[in-house]
């Protein structure tokens, strides 16, 4: 009877909102719950708008519709609404981007950075500055509204020969040559060294200006990346390799975490480790480590060494098709 007395005067208090008894849901904290409408069951909370990344169901224990992570959207895309993230995937509930963009776009003479909302900006900077167009014929440029322009040409010539004392021994930026219409020297067509970039995103070629030569170097650790990994997310550059977290590690050694490649989907199934110990006086149980009982040598109808040294001796079953070591993901291919 309070139960239904409670039911009834929650449901009283939600229709008199003024919007009928439906709200919209919004954003959970960490805690990825929250409580909304009165129910009795998951019909009652269709007309809930549920966020991505989570679900809505009826907990019969108070009556009210409430907001989870949806467990079947695990690295599923989603919108994070940030335009500075790419990659974004459900993660426990949270839609997360997990590469950041990267804004800078060579010009000393502009401000790079990315806006939430607007994404990459280079705004005007350094106006009036000395910049390096990267013209060894060119002295005295400055940054003017964003563009690095102006200065002297100091390489007159009448034929290539005159150029030749111009040269700066940097092999990277091309080898000059005179132009007859203009008399002054410039850069000879196909001449300025190019690098390709490495496909890994981790690498970052660069002409070395003594060979003209293309050195491929790591990228500072810690740099966004994107392993095109479903089973992972938070990827970084570490040493040269890019690298990323563990989508499905529940860090429970009581059971194995798998990841199918293919949806971007976890499972944790309780390992074989019924009466093993996860910790001081602790022991597995169906997956999950529970406090061991107080001077009982059984577990719901299992035997459970006791004894610090008779646990750890104890030998875990070939699980050799399933796991590689309790409480570590196997990938499923």
């Not at 426990?92 to 607007?118: E, L, M, Q």
């Not at 563990?246 to 990841?259: K, Q, S």
């Not at 406090?291 to 001796?313: F, I, K, L, R, Y």
């Amino acid at each position: 009877m309070k139960r239904l007395a409670l039911s009834i005067w929650l449901f009283v208090l939600f229709s008199c909102s003024g919007n009928g008894g439906h709200r919209t849901v919004d954003t959970l904290q960490e805690s990825d719950q929250g409580t909304f409408e009165p129910c009795w069951s998951d019909l009652d909370c269709k007309n809930v708008t549920v966020p991505q990344c989570k679900r809505v169901f009826c907990d019969l224990s108070t009556g009210l519709c409430t907001l989870a992570p949806d467990d079947s959207q695990q690295g599923k895309p989603c919108n994070d609404h940030d335009s500075c993230t790419i990659g974004d995937t459900c993660i426990r509930g949270v839609c997360t981007g997990t590469t950041f963009k990267t804004c800078d776009d060579g010009n000393p003479c502009t401000r790079d950075y990315c806006d939430p909302g607007a994404g990459c900006v280079h705004e005007p900077a350094n106006e009036g500055q000395d910049c390096d167009g990267h013209n060894p014929c060119i002295r005295g440029e400055k940054c003017r509204s964003g563009k690095c322009m102006g200065g002297q040409m100091v390489c007159l010539c009448n034929t290539d020969l005159d150029c030749v004392q111009f040269e700066d021994n940097n092999l990277c930026n091309g080898l000059l040559q005179c132009d007859p219409s203009r008399h002054v020297c410039i850069p000879a067509p196909g001449s300025v060294i190019h690098c390709r970039q490495p496909a890994n995103t981790c690498l970052h070629a660069a002409c070395a200006p003594a060979t003209g030569k293309c050195v491929v170097q790591p990228v500072a650790d810690g740099t966004a990346c994107d392993d095109f990994d479903p089973c992972t997310y938070g990827d970084k550059c570490v040493n040269g390799q890019c690298v990323g977290q563990d989508l499905c590690n529940d860090h429970n050694e009581c059971t194995v975490d798998r990841c199918d490649r293919t949806l971007g989907t976890c499972t944790h199934d309780p390992a074989p480790m019924d009466g093993h110990s996860c910790g001081t006086n602790r022991v597995c149980l169906q997956g999950s480590c529970v406090a061991m009982p107080d001077n009982s040598d059984d577990v719901d109808g299992m035997d459970v060494p006791t004894d610090a040294h008779e646990v750890q001796d104890t030998q875990y079953p070939d699980t050799s098709d399933a796991m590689s070591s309790p409480g570590v993901s196997v990938d499923n291919q």
